[in-house]
């Protein structure tokens, strides 16, 4: 598996667990996971992590 690969499938279970997640507990978690991927993301890109950001909060919802 590539990097991006692993990085799609972290990106969808923290934004799944964004749109279902109703234990604040919870919601730290995937937010925590978002901002890892992000930060990866951001890094191999070479673009800013706002961008990337804005991109995946477009996106938010379930992901199937």
Same mark, same amino acid.
């Given at each position: 598996?590539? *990097? $991006? =690969?692993?990085?799609? #499938?972290? /990106?969808? *279970? !923290? +934004?799944?667990?964004? %749109?279902? !997640?109703?234990? &604040? @507990?919870?919601?730290? +978690?995937?937010? %925590?996971?978002?901002?890892?991927?992000?930060? /990866?993301? =951001? /890094?191999?890109? !070479?673009? &800013? #992590?706002?961008? *990337?950001?804005? +991109? $995946? +909060?477009?996106?938010?919802? @379930?992901?199937?």
């Amino acid at each position: 598996m590539d *990097i $991006f =690969s692993l990085l799609d #499938e972290l /990106q969808t *279970i !923290a +934004r799944n667990g964004l %749109h279902y !997640a109703r234990d &604040p @507990y919870d919601r730290e +978690r995937y937010e %925590h996971l978002m901002r890892l991927t992000t930060q /990866q993301y =951001s /890094q191999l890109l !070479a673009l &800013p #992590e706002e961008t *990337i950001r804005e +991109r $995946f +909060r477009n996106e938010l919802g @379930y992901i199937t």
